[in-house]
């Protein structure tokens, strides 16, 4: 039996490096997508080899839809029938909605949601021709929320959302399609220490989610294959408040 592989995106780092280790430990060969974060993506990749699993890396700036099909074609010349694909790549820009500027608005709106919508287009074309297969959009409370100093990214969110719900019952029965909501998890480079706390405090569980936690959500969707169309919220409590 061939070794299934998984595509994740903005894998080399963060949750992306997370997914990818999971599926990796359940023994899926592993495209490893990354964009600017090569000498992450190489240390990931290392990772992944000493669980003797293959990997594949795959720089691609996945606001071009020529480049984001590139990961395809790595896909097609390897000998793995692709089962999994998880969208984890985003960007989140703060701005204003009174002077958002085109460019900022579009700039979000290509990686969070056109680019998951073209990656699940060609994943699951070919995961109905080899057997079915999962893709896992990863969105964000704040698709129920309304964060005024990230309009775009809670705009993006909320709509991948209800992508994920167009998508499953579109890709049905073949490819199941669901999205795993983040609370806090890791704060940005940039953001400040004690607004994180600040945030953190308010949390039911008062912490944020280790990755593990994340990475079982998604282990989770992968057994139970009675599931389509849903969005796991692993926030500690965050959509209470």
């Not at 790595?74 to 999994?84: A, E, F, Q, T």
């Not at 399609?177 to 998890?185: M, P, R």
């Not at 600040?198 to 079982?216: C, G, N, Q, S, Y």
Request: negative net charge; aromatic residues 6%; charged residues 20%.
């Amino acid at each position: 039996m061939q070794t299934p592989i998984a595509i994740i995106t903005g894998a080399a780092h963060r949750l992306g490096r997370a997914f990818a280790l999971s599926l990796a430990r359940q023994g899926y060969a592993i495209l490893l997508h990354y964009n600017h974060a090569r000498d992450d993506a190489e240390s990931t990749a290392q990772e992944i080899r000493a669980l003797d699993v293959p990997v594949f890396l795959a720089q691609a700036d996945l606001t071009d839809p020529l480049a984001a099909q590139g990961l395809f074609a790595v896909v097609d010349k390897s000998p793995h029938p692709l089962r999994v694909l998880v969208n984890s790549a985003g960007t989140m820009q703060r701005g204003d909605a009174r002077t958002l500027t085109v460019d900022d608005w579009d700039a979000t709106m290509t990686l969070n949601l056109r680019a998951p919508f073209l990656l699940a287009q060609q994943a699951a074309r070919r995961m109905s021709e080899t057997g079915g297969g999962l893709i896992v959009n990863v969105t964000d409370v704040a698709a129920e929320k309304a964060w005024t100093g990230f309009p775009a990214y809670t705009v993006s969110k909320a709509a991948l959302r209800s992508l994920t719900k167009v998508l499953a019952r579109s890709f049905a029965p073949d490819v199941r399609v669901n999205a795993i909501a983040l609370g806090l998890v890791l704060p940005a480079d940039d953001f400040p220490p004690e607004e994180w706390e600040r945030l953190v405090e308010r949390l039911p569980l008062k912490r944020p989610a280790h990755v593990d936690e994340i990475a079982a959500a998604l282990e989770f969707l992968l057994k139970n294959e009675y599931i389509t169309g849903q969005t796991i919220t692993v926030d500690g409590g965050y959509s209470l408040i």
